[in-house]
Each structure stands twice: as structure tokens, then as C-alpha cells.
DNA sequence: AATATAATCAACCGCAGCTAC
DNA sequence: AGTAGCTGCGGTTGATTATAT
């Protein structure tokens, strides 16, 4: 309790990165690797926070990362996901192996939620939205509910992304191989209940649900 | 050309979960 | 079992750029 923020510290500077300060993480974490993110202020010489420094790497300087120009298939995918997962974009994201949580969110935030609102209410009501349950064991059971209604709604996913493969074969490929691994991560975490995985290990999908759980026990009436 | 307004996106902040002790 | 520290996530802000007047 009472821990300052560590981007409270003095000297630590804010802002907009330079190419040199870019430099200097992206040698570190290529020497390195990512993580272990408290060690590379201090290891580099940066004068920013660790959050900074992994901010800046996942969301910009990360390798594969695609930016801008998002193809219809994402926008589709982006809208079916936040309808089902609700705004857990890191969740989201792992579906767009090429984009980052953020892009994803501000690309949510300036032109889906408005163009949504303008289509009138087509969008289905996000998960997070739905009244939560009383009870543990209702939350369970809403949650395998979920479970099998998200599989379903990811095969018709699927389904759309054949439809448009013969436009774009690799990336549709690309996205359905990530499904299937989500789908069957669900049939795993399913078979083996709480048993609890690494942090690094964890799939992203898990996180999602367990945000969604998370939300259902903090406010009886979750929103976003 | 100058100014106002809107759109975009990088970055910050606070919180919560997880692990190690 | 309790606590501290680290990491990751989602909401939000603010600077910059584009467009309209």
C-alpha cells in the first residue's frame, strides 16, 4: 500500500521518444529479449520508466507490427470480437497478431464506435454490457454458456473469413489458424479447470474471460 | 493566408492480477 | 496467509496533423 508510482520519480522523463532513445531499447531488448522491464532503465541509461519502455516497445517498436490501413476483414473482425469479448482489447489484439492492443483501441474509439452509432443499433450488445449473474455458481455457468457461445460465434467468424479468401488467402489463414489455437485452448482450460499456467504462458484468451469474470464480481452492473 | 475545428494516435495514469518471499 | 513488487490492461489525455471556413 502507498507504493509511488514508479513514473512519479524524478528524473524521469515523459513525452514523445526520440530515434536515439528508440535506438537504445530496441539494442537492449534485441541483446535481451523483452521483459523483465524494471531492469531497463537502469541497464540502458533511459531516462523513462520501465511501463514506458515496454509501452514503447509492444506498441511501436515491436517487429511485425502493422499500422494504419485497416482492411475490411480486420474492421469485420474487430467489430464481431468487441461484441463478444466486449472492450478487452489486449484479448482482441491476439486475434490481429500484426496489431497492437492500442491501434486497436484507437481505431475502435475514432471510427468503429461511431460508425456503429451512425448504422443505428446493428452491433450486438458487447458481452461486458450483459446484466451480470448473482451467484459463483451462476457466474460458471454463464461463463460456459459464453464459452460455447463464443466458439459458435467464431465458427461463423470462420465462415466469413472463407468467404473472403480468394481476396486475401494469407491473411484469412493467418487469423483462422489463430481461432482454431483460441478454440482450442477453450477445450483445454475447460478439461483442466484452475490449473494456473505462467504469466508469459498464459493465453490471452484466458485473460479475456477472466477480465469478463472479473467485471461480473466488481459491479453488479458491469459497463464499459 | 489565417484561424477554427475535427480527427488521429502516441503516451500516460491508475488499477488489478500474479508471483515471490 | 499476508505483503511487496512487477507486469499488463483499459481508459483517458494531449500534442500533432488534416480539413473546413
Same mark, same amino acid.
Given at each position: 500500500?502507498? !507504493?509511488?508510482?514508479?513514473?512519479?520519480?524524478?528524473?524521469?522523463?515523459? $513525452?514523445?521518444?526520440?530515434?536515439?532513445?528508440?535506438? #537504445? =531499447?530496441?539494442?537492449? #531488448? &534485441?541483446?535481451?529479449?523483452?521483459?523483465?522491464?524494471?531492469?531497463?532503465?537502469?541497464?540502458? @541509461?533511459?531516462? *523513462?520508466?520501465?511501463?514506458?519502455?515496454?509501452?514503447?516497445?509492444?506498441?511501436?517498436?515491436?517487429?511485425?507490427?502493422?499500422?494504419?490501413?485497416?482492411?475490411?476483414?480486420?474492421?469485420?473482425?474487430?467489430?464481431?470480437?468487441?461484441?463478444?469479448?466486449?472492450? !478487452?482489447?489486449?484479448?482482441?489484439?491476439?486475434?490481429?497478431?500484426? /496489431?497492437?492492443?492500442?491501434?486497436?483501441?484507437?481505431?475502435?474509439?475514432?471510427?468503429?464506435? /461511431?460508425?456503429?452509432?451512425? $448504422?443505428?443499433?446493428?452491433?450486438?450488445?458487447?458481452?461486458? &454490457?450483459?446484466?451480470?449473474?448473482?451467484?459463483?455458481?451462476?457466474?460458471? /455457468?454463464?461463463?460456459?454458456?459464453?464459452?460455447?457461445?463464443?466458439?459458435?460465434?467464431? *465458427?461463423?467468424?470462420?465462415?466469413?473469413?472463407?468467404?473472403?479468401?480468394?481476396?486475401?488467402?494469407? +491473411?484469412?489463414?493467418?487469423?483462422?489458424?489463430?481461432?482454431?489455437?483460441?478454440?482450442?485452448? +477453450?477445450? %483445454?482450460?475447460?478439461?483442466?479447470?484452475? &490449473? /494456473?499456467? @505462467? *504469466?508469459? @504462458?498464459?493465453?490471452?484468451?484466458? #485473460?479475456?474471460?477472466? @477480465?469478463? =469474470?472479473?467485471? %461480473?464480481?466488481?459491479?453488479?452492473? +458491469?459497463?464499459?
Amino acid at each position: 500500500m502507498g !507504493r509511488p508510482p514508479c513514473c512519479d520519480k524524478e528524473g524521469v522523463k515523459k $513525452g514523445p521518444w526520440t530515434p536515439e532513445e528508440d535506438l #537504445v =531499447l530496441v539494442s537492449y #531488448v &534485441q541483446e535481451h529479449g523483452p521483459g523483465n522491464w524494471r531492469a531497463v532503465p537502469t541497464r540502458t @541509461g533511459l531516462m *523513462r520508466c520501465s511501463k514506458s519502455c515496454r509501452l514503447r516497445w509492444t506498441n511501436y517498436l515491436r517487429p511485425g507490427i502493422k499500422r494504419g490501413n485497416f482492411t475490411d476483414q480486420e474492421e469485420k473482425l474487430i467489430v464481431h470480437l468487441q461484441a463478444l469479448l466486449g472492450n !478487452r482489447w489486449a484479448a482482441i489484439a491476439s486475434y490481429l497478431p500484426e /496489431r497492437t492492443d492500442n491501434d486497436i483501441k484507437n481505431y475502435w474509439n475514432t471510427h468503429l464506435k /461511431r460508425k456503429l452509432q451512425a $448504422g443505428g443499433d446493428a452491433a450486438a450488445k458487447p458481452a461486458a &454490457q450483459r446484466p451480470a449473474s448473482s451467484s459463483k455458481g451462476q457466474w460458471e /455457468r454463464r461463463l460456459q454458456t459464453d464459452i460455447n457461445m463464443a466458439r459458435r460465434a467464431l *465458427r461463423e467468424a470462420l465462415t466469413t473469413l472463407d468467404d473472403i479468401k480468394p481476396q486475401q488467402p494469407d +491473411a484469412a489463414d493467418g487469423v483462422r489458424a489463430h481461432h482454431r489455437e483460441h478454440l482450442a485452448d +477453450a477445450r %483445454r482450460v475447460g478439461q483442466q479447470g484452475s &490449473q /494456473r499456467r @505462467g *504469466r508469459g @504462458g498464459q493465453p490471452l484468451w484466458l #485473460v479475456g474471460v477472466r @477480465g469478463f =469474470l472479473r467485471q %461480473r464480481r466488481g459491479s453488479p452492473c +458491469a459497463g464499459v
